[in-house]
């Protein structure tokens, strides 16, 4: 006598993965995380650390003059641009938000995304063109009767800071508008018909609520101006080093990756110092709905 099968359930279909077939597709990401992070990583922590004398590497490092000045003019030079990037990007965000000229807004746009557009190397060609002695602003001011001599504009740290300052400015104003956006412009026009003008509705109403953007904007900007290398090299030489010409003269040059690695982990400490006090003044959920 033949026995019937009893037909088979099919699975269900399932909304979430099982931990194996999670594990298998973030695999990949793990693999690259650890050969490009946490293997470099590692061994910078441990080159460091390590020879000629462990902890002594660090006192090194900050017994030398040239070592202390290039990290104090990195720190307060990526802070100066910080302060003018976040200052303009406010400014031209909420401007791009607000106007209602077409011909405004793709004047804004165009200056944030041109700077995106250029390589670096052709960036700093151009400030070189209009700082070097006989450029264009040196001609300018002297065809205005402003100065009788040209000006030493370039390899000084004006230089560099305007060189960042042109650089960095997307990095603000993105991350800004996309707060403003977020921004109801009927509370401003309440805030007015209460009795309250455009500056005072501007720093009472808008102000606090975009302020979480303000300040991950400014962690942004300052985190990636203190890794900067080709504008100060090029635009400010030996007036303003930054701490990433340091570090290639101690490897290729001087042939001390020891004080490479200090110069490069006390940058990660800043940046790091930096990324948590923004958090912590902000919040961390604030902080990524702020940065996108």
Known sequence: MLRMRRPTRARGWQSTFSGLTGLGLIAPFLVVAGVFILYPFVELLRTAFGEPDGFGNFSDFFHSPAARRTLWTTCLTSLIVTVIVVSVGAVLAWSLRATKSRLTRMAIALAVFVPLWMGAVMK???????????????????WL?????????LRTQFAVVAGMVYQMLPYAVLPLYA?????????????????????????????????????ASTV???????????????????TAPFTASLIADDIFNLFEPAQAAVASVLLLVVAGLVILGGLRLVGKERMRRAIG
Not at 145 to 153: Q, R
């Open 124 to 142: 700093i060609y151009v400030f070189t063109v209009l700082f070097e002695r006989f450029g264009v602003v040196n001609r300018t001011l002297t």
């Open 145 to 153: 009767g402003v100065i009788d001599e040209p000006m030493h504009l």
């Open 179 to 215: 707060v403003y956006v977020t921004i109801d412009m009927n509370l401003i026009q309440a805030a007015e018909s209460m009795g309250a003008s455009r500056t005072r509705a501007l720093r009472d109403v808008v102000a606090p609520l975009a302020l979480p953007g303000l300040l």
């Open 220 to 238: 942004i900007v300052y985190v990636i101006c203190i890794g900067y290398y080709l504008t100060p090299v090029l635009l400010g030489g030996a």
